[in-house]
């Protein structure tokens, strides 16, 4: 297996890379459940950091720059602190006020998980609002539409996909979602002391939550055809319209590209 990123250059053109997918990440272990959703998390941001670093270089292109891995580095670290400072410790210390107020931790669980998640909620609406986030995520439309029309065996025109949502079953869009309600319910049946605890705690289970959240959205994901399973998704699915967005037919052509380089690499190992 390959994954294949496209990125348009600033004259126009589209430039395509592929790397092979290492048989570490889809081993034996992918099969093993909850350690799997661990290892997609694993190799999920692998290939993306080598994905931003690539684009990143072709944007800069233009402008004669390289953009090289320990800039990439310093951004995904201020990323991070921000992240942690806005989605853990804020509504952490919150949620600590109020069971401080109600004497009762299950509450100050409960309204932390909650305010974490209208946090950001908000925070995917604001960053919406730039222009070239909505670029960002018109791509992310295309890639979505692109995937579709492919596992629905459809030739991958510009007319046949414009016909799929943005919105897919299997999204990271959704898997963030599912991580907060995930932990929404897991944390109420989890003591706030002592202080170390109530912080640690959050890291400590962050695996478990992730495995668990991985393994709910494979499951909606190859049992979509049933009722009770696309109810379930549905808050998944009304996420993605705020991360996605209809994408113009320069953006489809990108997709497509990345798709197809793909899809022959695989053709290719498969005959050899």
Not at 51 to 69: C, D, M, P, Q, T
Not at 148 to 157: K, V, Y
Not at 256 to 261: E, H, I, P, R, Y
Request: proline content about 6%; glycine content about 6%.
């Amino acid at each position: 297996s390959n994954v294949s990123v496209a990125v348009r250059r600033p004259d126009g053109s589209i430039v395509d890379r592929s790397d092979p997918i290492n048989p570490f990440w889809t081993g034996p272990l992918r099969s093993v459940p909850l350690l799997r959703g661990i290892l997609a998390l694993g190799e999920t941001f692998y290939f993306g950091m080598r994905a931003l670093l690539f684009s990143a270089n072709v944007a800069a292109e233009s402008e004669n720059e390289e953009i090289g891995k320990l800039s990439i580095i310093s951004m995904l670290t201020t990323a991070t602190i921000f992240a942690v400072v806005v989605f853990l410790l804020i509504p952490l210390f919150l949620g600590d006020l109020i069971g401080n107020y109600f004497s009762s931790d299950i509450l100050a669980n409960v309204f932390e998980g909650f305010l974490r998640l209208a946090m950001f909620l908000l925070y995917i609406f604001l960053i919406g609002l730039m222009p070239d986030v909505k670029r960002v995520f018109m791509y992310h439309g295309a890639e979505h539409m692109t995937v579709h029309a492919m596992e629905n065996g459809d030739p991958l025109t510009t007319e046949n996909i414009r016909s799929y949502p943005t919105a897919h079953p299997r999204c990271g869009t959704a898997f963030l979602l599912t991580v907060m309600v995930i932990a929404i319910i897991l944390f109420i049946f989890v003591p706030r002391d002592p202080l170390w605890w109530l912080i640690s705690s959050r890291i400590i289970l962050l695996p478990i939550i992730a495995s668990l959240s991985y393994e709910f959205i494979r499951f909606t994901g190859f049992h979509s055809s049933k009722m009770i399973v696309r109810l379930f998704a549905l808050p998944n699915l009304a996420l993605q319209s705020l991360t996605t967005r209809i994408p113009d037919d320069l953006q489809i052509e990108v997709a497509v590209k990345a798709m197809n380089v793909a899809k022959e690499i695989d053709d290719q190992n498969e005959n050899n």
